[in-house]
């Protein structure tokens, strides 16, 4: 069993709580928020005790792990200090917000020698496995495209002065909330991203950082990925590979806080589209457990640092291509 310690108690910090009172691999024996009243609440519900600060944590030896549910800007910081104390870190995404800081981020968890995950849980939907798998084995035939569209309008609902309308925490509308999942599930599926042109605008006029985000990835080698983001429209979610001998195709029936299932529909050469329905999983779960069986050391963990950090610089290329209007290198 990992001890773990939950740092940031908002709306993704509480359904980490919530998701591992199910886990018979993690046990959460400590949480923190900068929000001590509402913290306090939060943990007092839970049964689980609430720190005076991070460093109390760090200095605890009983906690194996750190979760970071904070915003972006504080990750690579918390990372550091983190694995310096000698704890693993499971961090929720993005990594950072630049290629220098993921570097050095990563740079302290292979020198303290320490484990570290990403909050990229749709690696771990199985519909998403099974696409991946019909890809790797060779049934879509050869690679050639992929398009994903992963969007919704939860942000509506926060004021303006929220950090997710900021748009140095969270530049270019739905880049760090819901595009950077398709990034990481493309750069799993076609490896190192070489260039990109990207483009948000408002046009919902409330979440005033962008509304409106799409990327044209060019991969190593020439394929290519189309994947947009919307944080102004109603739940929307596909994700689909296109290779010479057929095609797969998830469409999510809701957003991953609750989920309630997929569509696969896949079709081959001379066939039919043919749709199978998956029940509801629990990939959140699922990617946590895996960074606890990385730590005992009886799996690796999927999501290596090298591809953590190509999808920093992809982040860092659209930020630059949205700025620039033009098509921006990814840096290597
Ligand atoms: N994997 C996913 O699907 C998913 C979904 C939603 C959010 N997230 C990620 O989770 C992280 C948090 O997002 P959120 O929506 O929960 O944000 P949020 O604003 O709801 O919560 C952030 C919390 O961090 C606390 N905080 C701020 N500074 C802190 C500090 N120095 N130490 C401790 N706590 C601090 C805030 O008080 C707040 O409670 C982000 O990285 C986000 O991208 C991931």
Redesign the pocket.
């Known amino acids: 069993m990992l001890d773990a310690a939950i ?9 980490l709580t919530q998701t591992l009172s199910a886990s018979s691999k993690i046990r959460v024996m400590r949480l ?4 001590a009243v ?2 306090q609440a939060f943990a007092a519900d839970h049964g689980v005790r609430f720190a005076e600060g ?1 460093e109390e944590i760090l200095e605890d030896d009983a906690v194996g792990a750190v979760i ?5 800007s ?2 690579e910081q ?1 990372i550091i200090a983190a694995a310096r104390a000698g704890k693993h870190v499971f961090c ?3 990594l950072c917000l630049d290629r220098a800081s993921a570097v050095r981020a990563l740079d302290a968890v292979r020198e303290a020698g320490v484990r570290i995950a990403i ?3 749709r690696r771990f939907e199985p519909p998403i496995m099974r696409a991946a798998s019909l890809m790797r084995e060779g049934q879509l035939g050869a690679p050639m495209h992929i398009e994903g569209n992963f969007s919704h309008d939860i942000f509506t609902a926060l004021d303006a002065g ?3 309308m900021n748009s140095s925490e969270s530049p270019a509308g739905g880049l ?2 819901t595009l950077i ?1 398709l990034m990481d599930l493309s750069i799993s599926l076609f490896g190192q991203p070489e260039q990109v042109r990207a483009s948000c605008e408002c046009h919902g006029g409330v979440v005033t950082n962008g509304d409106t985000l799409s990327a044209h990835v060019r991969f190593v080698g020439g394929r290519t990925a189309t994947l947009n983001a919307l944080t102004h429209t109603p739940f929307f979610s596909r994700f689909a590979i296109f290779g010479s001998e057929g095609w797969a195709e998830v469409r999510d029936k809701a957003h ?2 609750t989920p309630e299932g997929w569509f696969l529909t896949t079709c081959f050469k001379d066939g039919k589209p043919s749709t199978e329905e998956f029940a509801a999983a629990t990939p ?1 779960l699922s990617n946590l457990e895996a960074f606890a069986d990385a730590v005992a050391g009886t799996a690796p963990y999927p999501n290596t640092p090298e591809q953590m950090t190509m999808n920093v610089s992809l982040l860092e290329a659209i930020v630059k291509s949205n700025a620039s209007g033009r098509v921006e290198e990814v840096e290597r």
């Open positions: 740092i940031g108690l908002g709306w993704w910090g509480k359904i923190f928020d900068v929000d509402a913290g991070f970071l549910a904070t915003p972006h504080l990750h918390q929720e995404k993005p909050g990229h849980e929220n950090w997710r760090t909330a999942h991953v806080q959140v």
